[in-house]
């Protein structure tokens, strides 16, 4: 069993759709949860991240994680064309272990 | 403030050769963590330096090394160079080892012949 899970997609939705993004993980130790975005061919962009178990609000983007279930979400409002990338949920102990990334396609 | 760069863009060896990258970290960051990241795989963690030595290490063999600088910049090295070594090779940089706000670089991606 891997220690992250992610569905790799696509996930492919219209303009202005909510998006929900998750992974599932294993192990325990785990008490920071980020959220990269990468565009084809570039570096892994910082997105948000969360300590422990909870909800977090940016902008258009909110992480939520539950502890409990192991799960660790992402949700794009009113997503753009923009928002056309590979999203990465990567949670941390001594080190960050990433999902295999969901490719999201927002189409006008 | 100077985001994460890494040289060089693109670089093609053979089996059996040595490569190196380079990453400069983030301007006020002290820690730098390279990954190397398989075509549709996420980032796979391979060393992390701080005050110019090794703090932590993933799941990879000896031949891959790395070098921290007293400006923070680093080197991974990869010696006896194998097919399976292509990828994109990432470095991220943070503050006092830590895993979040880890903020990477564009990548070296490696080809291997």
């Known amino acids: 069993q891997k220690e992250v899970e992610q569905d790799p997609g696509p996930l492919s939705v219209p303009e202005g759709a909510i998006v929900s993004l998750n992974c599932t993980y294993s192990?325990?130790?785990?008490?920071?949860f980020m959220w990269y975005r990468q565009y084809s061919r570039k570096g892994p962009e910082l997105l948000m991240y969360?300590?422990?178990?909870g909800n977090k609000e940016d902008g258009r983007f909110t992480a939520q994680v539950d502890k409990s279930s192991k799960y660790i979400s992402l949700f794009i409002r009113d997503s753009q064309p923009s928002d056309s990338a590979t999203y990465l949920c990567?949670?941390?102990?001594?080190?960050?272990?990433f999902g295999t990334g969901t490719r999201l396609q927002v189409f006008p | 403030e100077t985001g994460v760069t890494q040289s060089p863009t693109h670089l093609i060896k053979t089996r059996g050769q040595q490569v190196t990258l380079r990453c400069s970290s983030q301007?006020?960051?002290?820690?730098v963590s390279w990954y190397q990241q398989a075509l549709g795989q996420g980032p796979q963690f391979i060393f992390q330096?701080?005050?110019?030595?090794?703090?932590g290490r993933g799941n990879f063999p000896p031949r891959f090394s790395g070098l921290q600088f007293p400006n923070y910049s680093s080197e991974l090295n990869v010696n006896a160079l194998e097919l399976d070594d292509s990828a994109l090779y990432l470095c991220a940089s943070s503050v006092d080892r830590a895993f979040y706000e880890q903020y990477f670089g564009p990548g070296t991606r490696l080809t291997v012949t």
């Open positions: 990567a949670p941390a102990a001594d080190k960050l272990i």
């Open positions: 969360t300590y422990s178990s």
């Open positions: 301007s006020g960051h002290n820690t």
């Open positions: 330096y701080y005050r110019e030595e090794e703090n």
């Open positions: 192990n325990s130790a785990f008490q920071y």
